[in-house]
């Protein structure tokens, strides 16, 4: 079972990236998908969820960032548009079974990826 995180990058404040989360040995079909993000010297925090029909996310990304998936290529995507500094964090994405309400725990989710660095310069 392995998760493969590419897409990150350097980008300058207003840009944008794509985020992509790709799975080998499972399928994410009826598995909640979600992103989270590890900003340097602070402890990681949610950023994005995909179950079922229904997606999440935390505050300070909503109407910035959209996740979606594609379920015939097993890839979740997270697109990143309006970037700022404060986005500067390793990415990763992470795989479960989780109730909606538990989302945003990253201690839940089984199955995670290797991280993606994303660094956007003021």
């Known amino acids: 079972v392995q998760l493969q995180a590419s897409g990150g990058g350097l980008v300058q404040a207003g840009g944008y990236l794509r985020l992509s989360c790709a799975a080998s040995?499972?399928?994410?079909?009826?598995?909640?998908v979600g992103w989270f993000r590890q900003p340097p010297g602070k402890e990681r925090e949610f950023v994005a969820a995909?179950?079922?029909?229904?997606?999440y996310y935390a505050d300070s990304v909503k109407g910035r960032f959209t996740i979606s998936r594609d379920n015939a290529k097993n890839t979740v995507y997270l697109q990143m548009n309006s970037l700022k500094p404060e986005d500067t964090a390793v990415y990763y994405c992470?795989?479960?079974?989780?109730?909606?309400?538990?989302?945003?725990?990253?201690?839940?989710?089984?199955?995670w990826g290797q991280g993606t660095q994303v660094t956007v310069s003021s």
């Open positions: 995909v179950k079922t029909g229904s997606t």
């Open positions: 040995g499972l399928t994410f079909s009826g598995r909640t």
């Open positions: 992470g795989s479960g079974f989780l109730i909606t309400t538990s989302v945003a725990r990253w201690e839940l989710y089984n199955n």
